[in-house]
């Protein structure tokens, strides 16, 4: 028994579409670390934004997963990159079933503190369908990069706030200077895309594009200035669109439409760690379309209450 399997989609515009840095925004919890303070060691979290667009991250260093630090580090976030316009993460029920800590920030009456900022800003927060993780991918493969580094880095030592701190802002550097785009073996091709040159306007190793400035462009007035560096910045999205985005998966697995779930259809639901025999019966209740018009979500109701699902996760029922 094979379960549903729907067209493959194209890549949402949110990741394929020109925007400023961070503007679509990835969030993801690592931890909990260790760390030496007085009083003895103590967890503290690492909080992960990720830029959907180029994938450059933000790390901040959390004290506990209080409301209270919570919002300081996404305000802490959102003054040195700007604030996003969307935010993406994983569904309420992952969190519930993380760490301690993880869960009471996202309980009801907390969340909606946090909410309360995000609307304040003017941020749409989206949730990943539940039981969905590939939705995240483009941040999950962030975050094990990010847990490898710090295992490599630290091994079995444990570090005090400050130097954990430093250790972060060399990992997130680390990783945004990663290439995104094949090097030739021409020595005068250009540099390799990096997240760094949509950040700051080069890769993160150069000398500064201009470190002495002739006395003529020293005499050019801002908004001159400003222009110019605007088309280096039109120079790398050019290459952004004709390197990188060309390298993104392409659609080789289900390109055609197969049998789709349909309303009203009864169908076993897969729960991971239970074995087949055992997974709730359900019926579908509706199907939610996406963008191009084929469901990849839908509602189902059992026996436990209704969810949403990716339609991956639904088998079609066999009647003998």
Wanted: net charge positive.
């Amino acid at each position: 028994m094979r379960p549903f399997e729907q067209k493959m989609a194209d890549l949402p515009k949110m990741r394929t579409s020109e925007t400023f840095p961070f503007e679509n925004t990835g969030l993801d919890f690592v931890g909990p670390l260790h760390i030496d303070r007085p009083d003895g060691c103590t967890k503290v979290y690492i909080c992960l934004f990720t830029y959907m667009v180029t994938r450059s991250i933000h790390l901040e260093l959390l004290s506990d997963l209080s409301t209270e630090r919570f919002i300081q580090a996404f305000d802490r976030f959102g003054a040195r990159r700007g604030y996003p316009r969307m935010l993406q993460s994983d569904n309420f029920s992952t969190f519930k079933m993380a760490d301690r800590q993880l869960k009471n920030l996202f309980s009801k009456p907390l969340f909606d503190k946090i909410q309360r900022t995000m609307i304040r800003h003017g941020i749409e927060w989206k949730f990943i369908t539940e039981r969905a993780p590939w939705n995240g991918g483009y941040w999950e493969r962030l975050v094990r990069s990010v847990k490898n580094t710090i295992k490599k880095i630290l091994g079995k030592t444990t570090l005090d706030e400050e130097e954990l701190t430093t250790v972060l802002c060399k990992i997130e550097a680390k990783i945004n200077a990663r290439p995104l785009t094949f090097v030739g073996d021409d020595v005068k091709d250009a540099d390799a895309l990096t997240p760094f040159h949509f950040l700051i306007g080069r890769s993160f190793l150069d000398l500064p594009m201009v470190p002495m400035p002739t006395t003529e462009e020293a005499e050019l007035p801002l908004n001159r200035k400003w222009r110019k560096w605007q088309q280096i910045i039109l120079h790398f999205w050019k290459r952004w669109r004709n390197e990188y985005v060309t390298t993104f998966v392409s659609r080789m697995k289900w390109i055609t439409k197969r049998q789709e779930p349909k309303e009203g259809d009864i169908v076993p639901v897969k729960e991971d760690n239970t074995k087949r025999e055992n997974w709730p019966i359900g019926r579908i209740t509706s199907v939610l379309p996406g963008s191009d018009g084929l469901s990849r979500t839908v509602e189902v109701k059992t026996a436990k209450g209704a969810f949403t699902r990716p339609v991956a996760r639904l088998y079609p029922k066999e009647f003998t």
